[in-house]
T-cell receptor, first 115, second 111 residues
């Protein structure tokens, strides 16, 4: 049973470009969470999605950031017009359901570097 | 919203000694408290969790205690080994959806 997959593992962008981060949850998991981890800091919740629905995006910056989890395919975290401050590790996690405090399984992360 | 504080930020112990990491939280509605271990450059992995209806949980050398009145919970690692060296994160959740993480403790076990 493959774990949570994220790609790319490393992404380099210049200021003003767009970054697309992909997350494929574990088989059987329908809930996806995105977190941002700045260097030497903890994990900051960004957004929680179910298939075709954004459930909680209270941690997402209001501008330039968006997320989706389509019916088919991976969840996408999109950052438009990246700035240096966006450089961080972005982790996604998945769980089989919500409300029952199911364990969240983390992917290996995408390390975004903005030049 | 919830605010989770974690101490210490760095911790060095001799191999075989115990390590204790403490977290406090602010939202009395939080009732699920997982602990994650993150090795350098790797993903966070759940090592133990506790729900608010219990005060302590053990799994071999790892234990977690919870004091709901004081709103704090702790991770205890006994008989530490070099492979325990990693960053440990505590988290709290009231909904099971949104998790608030502490800022992490970098544990170094000295052989």
């Amino acid at each position: 049973n493959a774990g949570v997959m994220q790609n790319p593992r490393h992404l380099v962008r210049r200021r003003g470009q767009e970054a697309r981060l992909r997350c494929s949850p574990m088989k059987g998991h329908s809930h996806v969470y995105w977190y941002r981890q700045l260097p030497e800091e903890g994990l900051k919740f960004m957004v929680y999605l179910q298939k075709e629905n954004i459930i909680d995006e209270s941690g997402m910056p209001k501008e330039r950031f968006s997320a989706e989890f389509p019916k088919e395919g991976p969840s996408i975290l999109r950052i438009q017009q990246v700035v240096r401050g966006d450089s961080a590790a972005y982790f996604c996690a998945s769980s089989p359901s919500s409300g029952g405090f199911d364990t969240q399984y983390f992917g290996p992360g995408t390390r975004l570097t903005v030049l | 919203g919830e605010n989770v504080e974690q101490h210490p930020s760095t911790l060095s112990v001799q191999e075989g000694d115990s390590a204790v990491i403490k977290c406090t939280y602010s939202d009395s509605a939080s009732n699920y408290f997982p602990w994650y271990k993150q090795e350098l450059g790797k993903r966070p992995q759940l090592i133990i969790d506790i729900r608010s209806n219990v005060g302590e949980k053990k799994d071999q050398r790892i234990a977690v205690t919870l004091n709901k009145t004081a709103k704090h919970f702790s991770l205890h690692i006994t008989e530490t080994q070099p492979e325990d060296s990693a960053v440990y994160f505590c988290a709290a959740s009231a909904t099971g959806n949104q998790f608030y993480f502490g800022t992490g403790t970098s544990l170094t076990v000295i052989p």
